[in-house]
């Protein structure tokens, strides 16, 4: 499928997850879901690392955006973990909500639609302690994001953190994206304690293979496959729904 067509398909409300394994494959996704919020009349919130910045703003140039116009207008917000995340000297999950919190307010009192946050968690891998706080405030974010004008896109590099912290974080995310390599994606769409997996693939750009299944559990409850990712998201929400209900 084309390049990060998959982030039309976020909702307000989402809390999502992006495992990357390079800095292109951060950035193909994160500017794609940056300029569909600009599109859509949102405010942008992003926290990078301070050499991220100004990679994505290229790659929003480069996509038609006139980035010097979106940031004199307030709509879209580029931030250093130490300005955001680490705004004490340490981090603070509950200062960190009460902050979205206000820049959702914010944004909604200056005429914007909705709000849109992005955030590279690549800080946290330097400190243990940090570390051992993140599923704690992923569950945090889990709990701000439903139900407002707004959505979040946390980022991880799965080079930085470990494989059960990163199980862990998938976890917590109504979605989650991941690659095995450049040319296999996978979505994990999850509802409760069951979970659906979506598998798009460059060599097959025109079959989405799905899988649903409880936590725990090596049986599928079903699997398919759809002509389009919007078709597999359908089918996948409508059997979660029936299986979490049931």
Known sequence: MAAATHT????EGDHICLFYRTVEEQLETLATF????????????????????QQLLSRLESM???????????????????????SDGSFDQNRMA?????????SL???????????????????PGYCSQLPE????????????????LCMYDTNLFSKDLLR????????????????????????????????FDSEAPSLFHYTVQKDGSSEFITVGQERSL??????????LRSHWSA
């Not at 039309?8 to 909702?11: E, G, P, S, V």
């Not at 005429?111 to 946290?124: C, E, N, S």
């Not at 919007?230 to 059997?239: D, F, H, I, K, Y």
């Open 168 to 199: 862990t974080i998938m976890d917590q995310h109504q979605i989650a994206l991941s690659s095995a390599d450049n040319a296999r994606r996978t979505m994990r769409v999850r509802n409760g304690s069951a979970f659906a997996d979506i598998i």
């Open 8 to 11: 039309l398909f976020f909702r």
């Open 34 to 53: 940056i300029k569909i919020g600009l599109d859509r009349d949102e405010c942008c919130f992003c926290v990078l690392p301070d050499d991220r910045g």
């Open 137 to 152: 405030y992923e569950t945090l974010m889990g709990q701000f994001y439903p139900g407002r004008p707004a959505l979040g």
């Open 98 to 106: 009460k902050m979205l919190e206000s820049s959702l307010r914010e």
């Open 109 to 127: 009192s200056a005429g914007f639609r909705a709000f849109r946050a992005a955030g590279d968690l690549g800080w946290a891998a330097c400190d």
């Open 64 to 86: 038609g955006i006139d980035t010097r116009n979106q940031v004199s207008r307030g709509a879209l917000v580029l931030a250093a973990a130490g300005d955001t995340y680490l």
């Open 230 to 239: 919007a078709s597999a998201l359908a089918t996948v929400r409508s059997t």
